[in-house]
């Protein structure tokens, strides 16, 4: 058996299914939400948690940290999106946007800026949270926003729905946004470490993949469901482009761009789960490929080719995962409630 690559550090128990997990830029906290409403916030050594919000009966679906981990956003069924400031201890609620008859599902921290971006329905609002403002809200028209992306550059805002993929560029909202065409509705989209790269997975079982400056993509088809999760390595393999992994159904689909410019994308079948998975993610700075499935189990995939340990603890199954910013530990929530913490195994610990 090869030996192990992260074991166990805690896990505790919140009161209903995880629904997200975002990590603070240093790696020593992150913050976890529940369909009960929670938000709590863990310190990834101990566990130690402190409740931010406590259960209310619904749920919080999407929770963001911004680039400088001084504010934490988090959105869903009520509509309303809570910033607190996590400068202090305990962190302190800052801000409450109403926003009535909506759930609030995707929002993303600008990469550079304490910008949020959130999705309204049928629009997406802007909200710089240094000056308590609104910087621009957007029209996508043609449906509700599925999912939404800042380039890494911060130069634009990527919007998602039905039948396209729209880019605004930031400090010109009020232009007509480019419009990228993907036949059917786009239900998430991801944008390559390096900026080269747009992948849209898409309702219709296809996945599109443009080169940034270019208008034609390339269409990837026999998926056996939607193409619900998306992720990107931060490395690059062969072609000069980053790895990109995509999960439709029970099969996770490791795509790696050809040498030549002019040439496609080879498919690896990753055919090990036997649940809907829910959610991708590569370590940074590495191959190493997370998925957590319905299944009760979380892979792991060295160079994402081939299984190298399975993780478990959740027994209704795995609903999302985050590896922390430096890569040191894994993050995973479960469909019950757990949210479990793994790190690396030390060689030459007697671990593994």
């Not at 690396?344 to 610990?349: D, E, R």
């Given at each position: 058996?090869?030996?192990?690559?992260?074991?166990?550090?805690?896990?505790?128990?919140?009161?209903?299914?995880?629904?997200?997990?975002?990590?603070?830029?240093?790696?020593?906290?992150?913050?976890?939400?529940?369909?009960?409403?929670?938000?709590?916030?863990?310190?990834?050594?101990?566990?130690?948690?402190?409740?931010?919000?406590?259960?209310?009966?619904?749920?919080?679906?999407?929770?963001?940290?911004?680039?400088?981990?001084?504010?934490?956003?988090?959105?869903?069924?009520?509509?309303?999106?809570?910033?607190?400031?996590?400068?202090?201890?305990?962190?302190?609620?800052?801000?409450?946007?109403?926003?009535?008859?909506?759930?609030?599902?995707?929002?993303?921290?600008?990469?550079h800026r304490p910008e949020l971006a959130v999705g309204?329905?049928?629009?997406?609002?802007?909200?710089?949270?240094?000056?308590?403002?609104?910087?621009?809200?957007?029209?996508?028209?043609?449906?509700?926003?599925?999912?939404?992306?800042?380039?890494?550059?911060?130069?634009?805002?990527?919007?998602?729905?039905?039948?396209?993929?729209?880019?605004?560029?930031?400090?010109?909202?009020?232009?007509?946004?480019?419009?990228?065409?993907?036949?059917?509705?786009?239900?998430?989209?991801?944008?390559?470490?390096?900026?080269?790269?747009?992948?849209?997975?898409?309702?219709?079982?296809?996945?599109?993949?443009?080169?940034?400056?270019?208008?034609?993509?390339?269409?990837?088809?026999?998926?056996?469901?939607?193409?619900?999760?998306?992720?990107?390595?931060?490395?690059?393999?062969?072609?000069?482009?980053?790895?990109?992994?995509?999960?439709?159904?029970?099969?996770?689909?490791?795509?790696?761009?050809?040498?030549?410019?002019?040439?496609?994308?080879?498919?690896?079948?990753?055919?090990?789960?036997?649940?809907?998975?829910?959610?991708?993610?590569?370590?940074?700075?590495?191959?190493?490929?997370?998925?957590?499935?319905?299944?009760?189990?979380?892979?792991?995939?060295?160079?994402?080719?081939?299984?190298?340990?399975?993780?478990?603890?959740?027994?209704?199954?795995?609903?999302?995962?985050?590896?922390?910013?430096?890569?040191?530990?894994?993050?995973?929530?479960?469909?019950g409630g757990e949210v479990m913490v793994w790190g690396?195994?030390?060689?030459?610990?007697?671990?593994?």
């Open positions: 058996m090869p030996k192990s690559i992260l074991s166990p550090t805690w896990q505790t128990l919140l009161a209903d299914y995880v629904t997200a997990i975002a990590w603070l830029p240093d790696g020593c906290r992150l913050v976890a939400c529940s369909a009960a409403g929670e938000v709590v916030l863990f310190d990834a050594r101990t566990g130690r948690s402190v409740a931010l919000q406590a259960k209310q009966g619904l749920s919080v679906d999407a929770i963001a940290v911004s680039a400088d981990g001084q504010f934490l956003a988090a959105g869903g069924q009520d509509g309303a999106v809570r910033i607190w400031s996590m400068a202090g201890d305990p962190p302190t609620l800052v801000t409450e946007l109403e926003n009535a008859r909506v759930w609030v599902d995707c929002l993303q921290w600008h990469p309204l329905g049928r629009y997406a609002q802007v909200w710089d949270a240094a000056g308590q403002a609104v910087v621009t809200t957007l029209n996508f028209e043609a449906s509700s926003v599925l999912d939404l992306a800042w380039h890494p550059s911060g130069d634009a805002l990527l919007l998602a729905g039905n039948q396209s993929v729209k880019t605004w560029r930031r400090g010109a909202w009020d232009d007509d946004p480019l419009i990228r065409e993907t036949g059917g509705a786009s239900g998430a989209i991801a944008i390559s470490p390096d900026g080269q790269y747009l992948a849209s997975g898409n309702n219709d079982r296809t996945l599109l993949v443009w080169a940034w400056d270019n208008p034609y993509p390339w269409q990837m088809q026999g998926f056996s469901g939607k193409v619900r999760q998306l992720a990107w390595s931060t490395v690059k393999a062969q072609g000069n482009a980053p790895l990109l992994a995509s999960a439709s159904a029970e099969g996770v689909v490791v795509w790696a761009k050809a040498e030549g410019e002019a040439e496609g994308w080879t498919a690896n079948v990753l055919d090990l789960h036997n649940g809907t998975v829910r959610a991708i993610a590569f370590q940074p700075q590495s191959k190493l490929l997370a998925s957590a499935s319905e299944d009760g189990w979380v892979c792991l995939w060295q160079n994402a080719a081939q299984a190298a340990q399975i993780l478990e603890g959740a027994a209704d199954g795995f609903s999302t995962l985050a590896w922390s910013p430096q890569g040191k530990h894994l993050a995973a929530g479960g469909c690396q195994v030390l060689a030459g610990k007697g671990f593994g």
